[in-house]
């Protein structure tokens, strides 16, 4: 299956995601409740139809609890193929990104993880430049990886509040970064779902 990312696979489609995480019990202000993950999910899985996506096409996510994971489900649901990208080593990442979250979070990243081919940034574009955000980085890397199939091919998915991120890279700069290249974008507004 590793072939599918090398870049011989021809996808009709190449949906690229990007989303909120869900909120950590001690996050001050929510953005993404866990209440909110069936609607959240609703709202995935009815753009993905809505898109027309097909069997075959290629799936491109981070793996974090919440957005990602919602979409690599979604995604896998309907036979995609799925390509997950972390910006550091999977154990780093899983206490950043999985671990915090209650349910069962970390099993569903495994059980998506089991589907798809994995992508670690370290081990496969080098080690982090001391000027270089790695959420940042990720997201480049994914939209490289996506547009690398043609840009008039990339749907850009995102769940999002409209707001900046906690910090550098997150779903704001990719959205900004899919439409410096072009891309389509669906954007799920949070404000809008949760309301």
């Given amino acids: 299956m590793a072939s599918q990312a090398s870049g011989e696979i021809k996808p009709r489609k190449v949906l690229l995601f990007s989303g909120h995480m869900i909120d950590s019990p001690t ?13 959240a999910a609703k709202a995935i899985e ?34 995609l193929s799925l390509a997950i990208y972390l910006p550091f080593e999977e154990d780093k990442f899983l206490a950043k990104s999985v671990d915090f979250a209650d349910a069962d979070w970390r099993s569903r990243y495994f059980a998506a ?11 496969e574009i080098g080690p982090l430049q001391a000027d270089e955000n790695p959420y940042e980085r990720n997201n ?5 990886v996506a547009t690398g199939y043609g840009a008039e091919k990339v ?6 509040n409209g ?17 410096k290249k072009g891309g389509r974008t669906h954007w799920l507004d949070t404000r809008q779902l949760w309301s």
């Avoid at 480049?140 to 490289?144: A, D, E, G, I, T």
């Avoid at 749907?155 to 999002?160: A, K, P, R, V």
């Avoid at 900046?164 to 899919?178: A, C, I, S």
């Fill in 27 to 39: 996050r001050e202000e929510p953005r993404f409740p866990a209440d909110k993950e069936p609607i």
């Fill in 46 to 79: 009815d753009l993905l139809d809505q898109i027309a996506v097909e069997r075959g096409d290629l799936a491109i996510c981070g793996g974090a609890c919440g957005g990602d994971l919602l979409f690599a489900e979604a995604a896998l649901a309907r036979q």
């Fill in 113 to 123: 993880k089991s589907q798809a081919v994995l992508h670690i940034a370290p081990e």
């Fill in 140 to 144: 480049v890397w994914m939209l490289q």
């Fill in 155 to 160: 749907d850009f998915l995102c769940l999002w």
């Fill in 163 to 179: 707001a900046g991120g906690d910090g550098p890279g997150g779903t704001q700069h990719l959205m900004q970064e899919v439409q």
